[in-house]
């Protein structure tokens, strides 16, 4: 979706300002939104696909206005609802009111160090061959689907090159909204930065993006 | 720990939406909290650069360890253990005399954490990711680091699940250094790309 996440090229947000010896948390509640949002997800309900997708559909302004901690507490609160979970009711309480739905599992303190070090991989075996190799030319499609995708705009309708064929990955479009992960090729795609940013672009710069094959055509 | 809670309970309405979302999942049983002290303890003291820097130093050191970090990163970063969330499918990308490797998301926040730890602010933050595919020079300058008009720039859009670390160019003056000293030179920002390592003093 053209969402506030679709920020490569946009304009007018300021400098970068990096924080000197920044620490991993401005608040002792960032820490706990980190565990929470972790073990919640832990519970198997959803996937990182959907916790995508559930960020980028904030509003617009309230997404631009909430740090990233806010963002994931926001979209984990609609991800535990939409799953049965927590209610309105339980949130408006500020404690338990409702039934919850029953969890595939729930973390444990003592298996945690274990399912970090897992993580959660995303290749997959793919039955067709790929159907681009390193050197060719392509061209992304151009789209504006109203659901989750992870080509963005500045990168949609532009002339690039094949630099590597990757694995067959998990298709995030269609695992987003829970119609399967129907893994397909990826590909590290790269951009002349006059392809992208056509008139006055840096000469020197060249932009690379991972595409499944489905985003990409011949050229 | 709890100290902490019940002073940002009182003061910032965010932190009280947390705790009560942290509560109603604790009496649900859907959460165990002692979880998550886990999960914040690991990022907050066990996962961090200092994993990356021990990659680059040793991939410094180490020809044959470089030329199997390029083929394989994910392999080569797992046989010294620092495999895990968010660093399942490792990109090692080298700094050369003519280009320099950027990495950006700028659909989200993906970062190897596995060998960088937990992303900061300004990693996340719109104004890096919407400038650093249009603008990495600039950017680049906000970080006190100037490049020459002609060094190429290749920024990695962090679209897919791959992750990136960048292998900065190994300083001048540190032939026969051990890994442990060459680590010390090796920054998170150098591996984001957004510094290059630091001289030697």
Same mark, same amino acid.
């Given at each position: 979706?053209?969402?506030?996440?679709?920020?490569?090229?946009?304009?007018?947000?300021?400098?970068? +300002?990096?924080?000197?010896?920044?620490?991993?948390?401005?608040?002792?509640?960032?820490?706990?939104?980190?565990?929470?949002?972790?073990?919640? *997800?832990?519970?198997?309900?959803?996937?990182?696909?959907?916790?995508?997708?559930?960020?980028?559909?904030?509003?617009?302004?309230?997404? /631009?206005?909430?740090?990233?901690?806010? &963002?994931?507490?926001?979209?984990?609160?609609?991800?535990?609802?939409?799953?049965?979970?927590?209610?309105?009711?339980?949130? +408006?309480?500020?404690?338990?009111?409702?039934? @919850?739905?029953?969890?595939?599992?729930?973390?444990?303190?003592?298996?945690?160090?274990?399912?970090? @070090?897992?993580? *959660?991989?995303?290749?997959?075996?793919? +039955?067709?061959?790929?159907?681009?190799?390193?050197?060719?030319?392509?061209?992304?499609?151009?789209?504006?689907?109203?659901?989750?995708?992870?080509?963005?705009?500045?990168?949609?309708?532009?002339?690039?090159?094949?630099?590597?064929?990757?694995?067959?990955?998990?298709?995030?479009?269609?695992? @987003?909204?829970?119609?399967?992960?129907?893994?397909?090729?990826? /590909?590290?795609?790269?951009?002349?930065?006059?392809? &992208?940013?056509?008139?006055?672009?840096?000469?020197?710069?060249?932009?690379?993006?991972?595409?499944?094959?489905? /985003?990409?055509?011949?050229? | 720990?709890?100290?902490?809670?019940?002073?940002?309970?009182?003061?910032?309405?965010?932190?009280?939406?947390?705790?009560?979302?942290?509560? %109603?999942?604790?009496?649900?049983?859907?959460?165990?909290?002692?979880?998550?002290?886990? %999960?914040?303890?690991?990022?907050?003291?066990?996962?961090? !650069?200092?994993?990356?820097?021990?990659?680059?130093?040793?991939?410094?050191?180490? !020809?044959?360890?470089?030329?199997? =970090?390029?083929?394989?990163?994910?392999?080569?970063?797992?046989?010294?253990?620092?495999?895990?969330?968010?660093?399942?499918?490792?990109?090692?990308?080298?700094?050369?005399?003519?280009?320099?490797?950027?990495?950006?998301?700028?659909?989200?926040?993906?970062? $190897?954490?596995?060998?960088?730890?937990?992303?900061?602010?300004?990693?996340?933050? !719109? $104004?890096?990711?919407?400038?650093?595919? %249009?603008?990495?020079?600039?950017? =680049?300058?906000?970080?006190?680091?100037?490049?020459?008009?002609?060094?190429?720039?290749?920024?990695?859009?962090?679209?897919?699940?791959?992750?990136?670390?960048?292998?900065?160019?190994?300083?001048?003056?540190?032939?026969?250094?051990?890994?442990?000293?060459?680590?010390?030179?090796?920054?998170?920002?150098?591996?984001?790309?957004?510094?290059?390592?630091?001289?030697?003093?």
């Amino acid at each position: 979706m053209n969402g506030p996440q679709d920020l490569g090229g946009q304009m007018g947000f300021g400098p970068v +300002a990096p924080e000197k010896d920044e620490p991993y948390f401005h608040a002792a509640w960032e820490r706990r939104a980190l565990g929470v949002t972790l073990t919640a *997800g832990a519970m198997g309900a959803w996937n990182i696909d959907e916790s995508r997708h559930a960020r980028e559909s904030l509003h617009p302004a309230d997404y /631009y206005a909430s740090s990233y901690y806010q &963002i994931w507490i926001k979209a984990l609160e609609i991800l535990l609802k939409r799953h049965g979970f927590v209610t309105q009711r339980d949130l +408006a309480a500020g404690e338990a009111i409702d039934p @919850a739905a029953a969890p595939k599992r729930v973390l444990k303190a003592e298996n945690v160090p274990g399912v970090l @070090a897992k993580g *959660g991989p995303c290749d997959r075996p793919v +039955a067709t061959a790929a159907r681009f190799k390193a050197g060719d030319p392509v061209r992304t499609k151009n789209f504006n689907p109203t659901g989750h995708t992870r080509l963005p705009r500045y990168a949609r309708g532009k002339r690039g090159v094949i630099e590597a064929v990757r694995d067959g990955f998990v298709f995030p479009d269609s695992n @987003a909204h829970g119609h399967g992960e129907n893994p397909q090729w990826v /590909y590290t795609v790269v951009f002349e930065g006059s392809e &992208i940013w056509g008139e006055g672009a840096d000469p020197a710069l060249s932009v690379s993006i991972d595409a499944w094959e489905s /985003y990409l055509e011949p050229a | 720990m709890s100290h902490d809670h019940d002073h940002d309970n009182e003061l910032d309405p965010f932190a009280a939406r947390v705790r009560a979302l942290e509560t %109603i999942l604790t009496q649900k049983g859907l959460i165990d909290p002692a979880a998550i002290d886990v %999960i914040v303890d690991t990022y907050e003291t066990k996962i961090g !650069p200092r994993n990356g820097a021990r990659v680059v130093a040793k991939a410094w050191s180490d !020809p044959a360890y470089a030329d199997w =970090l390029k083929r394989d990163a994910t392999a080569a970063i797992e046989s010294l253990s620092y495999s895990g969330r968010q660093g399942e499918h490792m990109q090692a990308v080298f700094n050369t005399e003519d280009t320099h490797n950027l990495v950006v998301c700028t659909l989200c926040s993906c970062y $190897p954490w596995s060998v960088l730890g937990l992303p900061p602010v300004w990693y996340k933050a !719109p $104004p890096y990711r919407s400038r650093a595919v %249009i603008d990495p020079r600039g950017v =680049l300058e906000e970080f006190g680091l100037t490049l020459p008009a002609d060094k190429k720039i290749r920024v990695w859009d962090s679209t897919a699940e791959l992750r990136y670390l960048v292998v900065p160019m190994r300083p001048e003056g540190t032939e026969g250094w051990s890994e442990e000293r060459l680590a010390e030179l090796v920054s998170r920002d150098a591996m984001i790309g957004t510094g290059l390592a630091r001289q030697p003093a």
